[in-house]
């Protein structure tokens, strides 16, 4: 006969249940992290986003809600057990609550996961986190496939009088098509009269853009490059007069990881990044603008001077299959009314005729801005190669309002013409050898193939003979 007392039997069993809860808690969270929701609490305002990606480096950037130490957890892709960990980086006031560490010395040509950690306690997100380093293929194979995804003017609507954005779901159908980059083209927020007059207003919009939720997935798991137009420089048309444009270009490199901006002796946002057998030019078309609605002559820049001079010297020294020059303004087409190229005659002059001078071939033009999206093609010179721009927009802002006296545009590619939806471009470069193609397609935000256009490297050269 046991002497046990009733209530002894029942601490035990209270005792018992006790001991069991961190076991369940346990298993809660290991099917919380097969299913990988959002964390109920997060510490992340917005993010995680992937920027720069080289052979073995690659940054990231991330935003919290209140100062706190983030860290990243990455491992090649299906290897959880070759995890590393980032140095950990706090985040304050000062620096607007911005982590962008850079990855380094890791494998090339490798596919990554990673996890997102703040104050210690891991970030759960409802979509994949990934990255990449590229392959070293130089002197060693032929340089990889890729897809780039391109596109101009993002706009959010704020409140229910603001009716102007829409659409948001064109970030998943990005996605979608699984590309390796995104390059933004310019008009990738709108900042507004409360916002362009301080420092605190810019930081504000930027802050409150980059926390959309329908941009989150896109922004974890694709390498991500930019350029401005007007818009995310300052107020609408603004040019190199705008007072605050010292402030607006700390606030795009903070929340942008390109790997560089501008020269010590050139303030900027201009640039250069690789991928395979691509060099993309990213250009700052609004630090040394000139107004547009004053007459042409040689002292009304769109680059400036010293840009152009780099951006010619930069091509000349690419030994790239294609040169793709990013900027926010259209290059080819010869229409005025709007913002272009065309209000700078004299320096679009001085860029087409140095391409030509400097016997550059490959180059492709990638523009924005204009809230439609088209093709044009310039044949420069019988003795020369034609010349294409692609222009892509809108994104999520009002589609163009009137584009009824550009219909006769006597270089745009018949058949490209969107004008009446929100489109994305896809880029992708394809094929070996003399096959060698760079693919340029127009999607809507339903994701459906509006257009594409194939352009093969061997007719980006300069002809030999007539």
Not at 140 to 159: E, H, Q, R, V, W
Not at 315 to 344: C, D, M, W
Request: hydrophobic letters at 35%; proline letters at 6%.
């Amino acid at each position: 006969m046991h002497l046990y007392h009733r209530s002894s039997i029942k601490i035990s069993t209270q005792a018992i249940f006790l001991s069991l809860i961190p076991f369940v808690l346990y298993l809660t969270s290991a099917s919380s992290s097969t299913a990988l929701p959002r964390a109920e609490t997060s510490l992340v305002r917005s993010g995680p986003m992937v920027g720069f990606g080289g052979h073995q480096e690659v940054t990231l950037w991330l935003q919290t809600h209140k100062p706190g130490l983030v860290q990243f957890k990455y491992w090649p892709k299906g290897q959880p057990k070759r995890a590393k960990m980032s140095a950990k980086i706090a985040t304050d006031q000062a620096h607007h609550l911005i982590a962008k560490p850079t990855l380094s010395a890791l494998p090339s040509g490798t596919h990554f996961e990673y996890q997102v950690f703040v104050d210690g306690i891991i970030q759960r997100f409802d979509y994949p986190l990934k990255f990449q380093t590229q392959v070293r293929w130089q002197r060693k194979t032929s340089p990889p496939d890729f897809k780039m995804a391109i596109g101009s003017c993002a706009y959010f609507n704020l409140d229910d009088q603001d009716h102007y954005g829409g659409g948001y779901g064109i970030f998943e159908q990005i996605r979608s098509q699984s590309p390796d980059i995104m390059l933004w083209l310019g008009d990738n927020l709108y900042l507004g009269p409360e916002d362009w007059s301080s420092t605190e207003g810019i930081y504000r919009r930027y802050g409150i853009q980059r926390s959309q939720a329908s941009i989150q997935a896109l922004l974890g798991s694709v390498h991500h490059y930019a350029i401005w137009d007007d818009h995310d420089y300052g107020s609408n048309d603004a040019n190199r007069s705008f007072p605050l444009k010292g402030a607006s270009r700390k606030a795009f490199q903070d929340f942008w990881a390109n790997p560089s901006y501008g020269l010590p002796e050139l303030p900027g946002v201009f640039g250069i990044f690789s991928w395979s057998d691509v060099d993309v030019f990213l250009l700052d078309d609004r630090t040394y603008r000139a107004a547009g609605n004053t007459p042409d002559s040689r002292d009304k820049p769109l680059l400036g001077d010293a840009q152009l001079q780099w951006l010619l010297d930069a091509l000349a020294a690419s030994r790239a299959t294609f040169k793709i020059i990013a900027i926010g303004s259209q290059v080819l087409n010869p229409f005025s009314r709007f913002e272009g190229y065309s209000q700078h005659a004299v320096e679009k002059t001085k860029l087409l005729q140095g391409i030509q001078d400097y016997q550059i071939e490959g180059v492709v033009f990638l523009s924005g801005d204009r809230h439609f999206t088209e093709l044009n093609k310039l044949n420069i010179d019988p003795w020369f190669y034609p010349l294409y721009d692609f222009t892509s927009s809108p994104l999520t802002s009002g589609v163009a309002s009137s584009v009824e006296d550009e219909r006769i545009n006597p270089l745009r590619v018949p058949g490209t013409l969107i004008a009446d939806q929100r489109s994305f471009g896809m880029v992708s470069v394809i094929g070996r050898g003399e096959e060698r193609q760079i693919q340029l397609s127009a999607l809507n935000e339903g994701g459906q193939v509006l257009w594409t256009r194939s352009i093969k490297a061997s007719e980006l050269k300069i002809p030999k003979s007539l």
